[in-house]
């Protein structure tokens, strides 16, 4: 009732087939075309027009009909052809029509039986029904069988159309869904780093207002300064581009463990500032050296930070290392958003990601690295 609902509603075909199911449908005129040679009889004038009335509605339902509301309209189509072979040499149109519409069955076997099974009541009741015998076969073996392959060929084309455009679509949600993740996580972890140097610099700031105001200034400027910088990457991690990369990973760094009072040892060969790797290995390196400072900063209660990055065989390595106390040796790291955030995009690349604490916490990333012939690390 629904779908017969929706056919008289509108549309009365599927939007997808556009005007041709209209013009098809003038198919039938073609029963028309003895009345040229020989007079109809006042009983084919009322058949026709019943015809008409009844066939009409029932070919605009099968475009929209599936299983076996599609199977009963191709038997009342063929019951209605079957009433017509003896007084009509055109009524073979009707199983034209009838084989038309068993491009409405799936899977495609069933709709190449239910073809054959229409060629076969057309064979049979043009042998015992028609007045022309064989003759009446001609439209029903040679138009039908096209129009049934092509309806069934052309049907099995818009389920696989249909099946690509629903996969298309979860991919689609896929990427949507892994684009918020990093855009979570990227924004996790500048914004943690950041914000987390700007209240170290307000401390300092405070301190220093009732002696030294030129030094209080100062501060004030550079939390104006990390404001607006975490503002730029903001906008630039939205985007999904990173134009700082390790460079301004170390520069924020040092900044950072400055203001906290923690020494900064760093061993970052110059190569790797300048297109050694490639951008997304380098925008995982840098993220990661900017949560693993900002976690020292605010978490590790240390005095001195190792930052290391070489190349060892095929792997680009970074350590971060610190003496902070405030964990025991041995003991369980907890992993927060960050540390998940960054095991998630060391996955991403082929990378892995190990924590330890030993007089303070050691974190250890390795990521797969190509060498080109123009950037070529030296190995240690």
Same mark, same amino acid.
């Given at each position: 009732?629904?779908?017969?609902?929706?056919?008289?509603?509108?549309?009365?075909?599927?939007?997808?087939?556009?005007?041709?199911?209209?013009?098809?449908?003038?198919?039938?005129?073609?029963?028309?075309?003895?009345?040229?040679?020989?007079?109809?009889?006042?009983?084919?004038?009322?058949?026709?027009?019943?015809?008409?009335?009844?066939?009409?509605?029932?070919?605009?339902?099968?475009?929209?009909?599936?299983?076996?509301?599609?199977?009963?309209?191709?038997?009342?189509?063929?019951?209605?052809?079957?009433?017509?072979?003896?007084?009509?040499?055109?009524?073979?149109?009707?199983?034209?029509?009838?084989?038309?519409?068993?491009?409405?069955?799936?899977?495609?076997?069933?709709?190449?039986?239910?073809?054959?099974?229409?060629?076969?009541?057309?064979?049979?009741?043009?042998?015992?029904?028609?007045?022309?015998?064989?003759?009446?076969?001609?439209?029903?073996?040679?138009?039908?069988?096209?129009?049934?392959?092509?309806?069934?060929?052309?049907?099995?084309?818009?389920?696989?159309?249909?099946?690509?455009?629903?996969?298309?679509?979860?991919?689609?949600?896929?990427?949507?869904?892994?684009?918020?993740?990093?855009?979570?996580?990227?924004?996790?972890?500048?914004?943690?780093?950041?914000?987390?140097?700007? =209240?170290?610099?307000?401390?300092?700031?405070? +301190? %220093? @207002?009732?002696?030294?105001? &030129? #030094?209080?200034? $100062?501060?004030?400027? *550079?939390?104006?300064?990390?404001?607006?910088?975490?503002?730029?990457?903001?906008?630039?991690?939205?985007?999904?581009?990173?134009?700082?990369?390790?460079?301004?990973?170390?520069?924020?760094?040092?900044?950072?463990?400055?203001?906290?009072?923690?020494?900064?040892?760093?061993?970052?060969?110059?190569?790797?500032?300048?297109?050694?790797?490639?951008?997304?290995?380098?925008?995982?390196?840098?993220?990661?050296?900017?949560?693993?400072?900002?976690?020292?900063?605010?978490? =590790?209660?240390?005095?001195?930070?190792?930052? +290391? %990055? @070489?190349?060892?065989?095929? &792997? #680009?390595?970074? $350590?971060?290392?610190? *003496?902070?106390?405030?964990?025991?040796?041995?003991?369980?790291?907890?992993?927060?958003?960050?540390?998940?955030?960054?095991?998630?995009?060391?996955?991403?690349?082929?990378?892995?990601?190990?924590?330890?604490?030993?007089?303070?916490?050691?974190?250890?990333?390795?990521?797969?690295?190509?060498?080109?012939?123009?950037?070529?690390?030296?190995?240690?």
């Amino acid at each position: 009732m629904q779908t017969l609902k929706r056919v008289l509603a509108g549309p009365w075909v599927p939007p997808e087939l556009g005007k041709l199911p209209y013009l098809w449908a003038f198919s039938l005129t073609f029963m028309l075309w003895q009345y040229f040679f020989v007079p109809p009889r006042a009983i084919e004038l009322v058949m026709f027009g019943v015809t008409a009335v009844l066939f009409l509605p029932l070919y605009l339902y099968s475009f929209w009909a599936e299983g076996r509301a599609a199977i009963l309209c191709i038997a009342l189509t063929c019951l209605i052809g079957v009433i017509w072979i003896p007084y009509n040499t055109g009524a073979g149109t009707l199983f034209v029509f009838a084989a038309g519409m068993c491009g409405r069955l799936s899977p495609g076997r069933n709709a190449y039986r239910m073809l054959a099974a229409v060629l076969g009541l057309a064979t049979v009741g043009g042998y015992l029904l028609s007045p022309i015998g064989k003759t009446f076969l001609l439209a029903p073996w040679i138009i039908g069988v096209a129009v049934g392959l092509g309806s069934i060929m052309e049907s099995e084309q818009r389920a696989a159309r249909r099946q690509l455009l629903r996969k298309q679509e979860e991919v689609e949600h896929i990427a949507r869904i892994a684009e918020r993740e990093r855009i979570s996580r990227d924004l996790h972890d500048l914004l943690g780093h950041s914000l987390s140097l700007i =209240a170290l610099k307000a401390e300092l700031a405070s +301190k %220093l @207002a009732g002696r030294d105001l &030129e #030094a209080c200034k $100062r501060e004030i400027g *550079d939390i104006e300064t990390t404001a607006r910088r975490a503002l730029a990457e903001v906008r630039t991690a939205v985007t999904g581009y990173r134009d700082s990369g390790l460079s301004g990973a170390l520069a924020s760094a040092r900044a950072s463990l400055a203001a906290a009072g923690v020494e900064l040892r760093e061993d970052v060969p110059p190569h790797f500032l300048h297109g050694a790797l490639a951008a997304g290995q380098e925008h995982v390196l840098a993220l990661a050296l900017r949560e693993a400072v900002t976690n020292v900063v605010r978490h =590790a209660g240390a005095t001195r930070c190792t930052v +290391k %990055l @070489a190349l060892e065989g095929q &792997e #680009a390595v970074l $350590r971060v290392a610190d *003496d902070g106390d405030r964990l025991p040796a041995g003991g369980e790291v907890r992993a927060g958003n960050g540390l998940s955030g960054m095991r998630e995009r060391a996955a991403s690349v082929g990378g892995r990601l190990a924590i330890a604490v030993d007089k303070g916490m050691r974190l250890e990333l390795r990521l797969p690295v190509k060498e080109s012939k123009e950037t070529a690390c030296p190995r240690i």
